[in-house]
């Protein structure tokens, strides 16, 4: 009888063993478990969401099917259910392992918004609205607002922000990411400003981001920048109007309708060069890093004039008579064109 018991236990015990064998198994198995979404997908994972919750996430969204072994990978990898709030890309590779691990680490998908030299602070507000995952909290601001909420003591952000490729995670305001673009921009300015060429006829930093932000708007071509910069440079060491056509565009505001006329060029504005000695009384557009450093560093030349040479540049004149032959040219390129 006692020979029988210890039989019957033995084989009780070989089951449990074989049992939890083949448990153990099912649950490495199912963290094998290739992803079934085609294409990279967003998952985000809220605060107090509990591991099953995540499971249950995965396969609402059809990254992983459901499957009553996932609930026990706490006992076999317990750090793969320590998970960490946030948004994350799943990709369309890979296996509910490689899921688990990049949640568990929390590294959250990086966004990216590349706020574009040239364009205005209005312009700005636009692609900030239309970016994913970010919380606007600009909405209903004014800009005067908005300048005291990032840490500006300014009433118009005009130019004093650095335009920048930025990154963020989901959940990032609006007013996070322009104050990183504003502080870089200051930081940028206050160097560029200290190692100027002294001789330039600028009195202070906001005279050399208003100037970045006309060479921004005049040329496109890297290495034309300290060459525009001289021409302006000339202009006003001779007490001549800079006259530049972005400023005047700018004035029209909303009047702009993608052509200048001889009457907008004789219409004063606060910003109409033509019409104004000196710089217009802010910044025009963002100006980029190269564009401040051009406007604090020109080129040393003898131009004072300067028009589009119909190839995606610019011929620089010392003369009126040299210029207006240069603008004679351009014109018989248009009408080839």
């Not at 320590?82 to 799943?90: A, D, E, L």
């Amino acid at each position: 009888m006692l020979k029988k018991l210890v039989i019957a236990v033995v084989l009780m015990g070989l089951i449990a063993a074989g049992g939890l064998g083949w448990s153990y198994q099912q649950v490495k198995a199912s963290l094998q478990q290739p992803v079934s979404n085609e294409t990279a997908v967003f998952i985000t994972v809220n605060p107090g969401t509990s591991f099953r919750g995540l499971l249950n996430q995965l396969a609402e969204k059809q990254i992983v099917p459901a499957s009553k072994w996932t609930r026990w990978i706490y006992r076999l990898e317990p750090e793969l259910t320590h998970i960490k709030t946030g948004t994350y890309q799943i990709p369309n590779t890979g296996t509910l392992r490689d899921v688990l691990g990049l949640i568990a680490s929390g590294k959250e998908h990086q966004f990216a918004i590349t706020l574009v030299e040239g364009d205005r602070f209005v312009d700005w507000l636009t692609q900030l609205s239309a970016a994913p995952e970010i919380i606007h909290q600009t909405e209903g601001m004014t800009e005067a607002e908005i300048a005291e909420a990032i840490g500006a003591e300014l009433t118009k952000l005009e130019g004093y922000l650095l335009p920048e490729t930025y990154h963020y995670t989901a959940g990032t305001t609006d007013l996070e990411l322009l104050k990183r673009a504003y502080r870089q921009m200051v930081s940028l300015l206050d160097s560029a400003w200290d190692g100027r060429d002294q001789a330039i006829p600028l009195k202070n930093p906001y005279e050399a981001l208003i100037m970045a932000s006309i060479i921004e708007k005049e040329t496109a071509v890297d290495n034309e920048r300290t060459v525009v910069s001289s021409v302006f440079m000339n202009r006003l060491n001779k007490g001549m109007r800079l006259q530049t056509d972005p400023t005047v565009i700018y004035g029209m505001g909303d009047k702009y309708d993608g052509n200048i006329r001889k009457r907008d060029l004789r219409t004063p504005t606060p910003y109409n060069t033509y019409t104004i000695f000196g710089l217009p009384p802010t910044p025009i557009a963002m100006p980029s890093k190269a564009s401040v450093l051009a406007a604090v560093k020109p080129e040393n030349s003898g131009y004072y004039y300067f028009v589009a040479d119909g190839k995606g540049g610019h011929k620089f004149s010392k003369t009126l008579s040299e210029h207006n032959r240069a603008v004679r040219a351009y014109l018989r390129t248009l009408k080839k064109k």
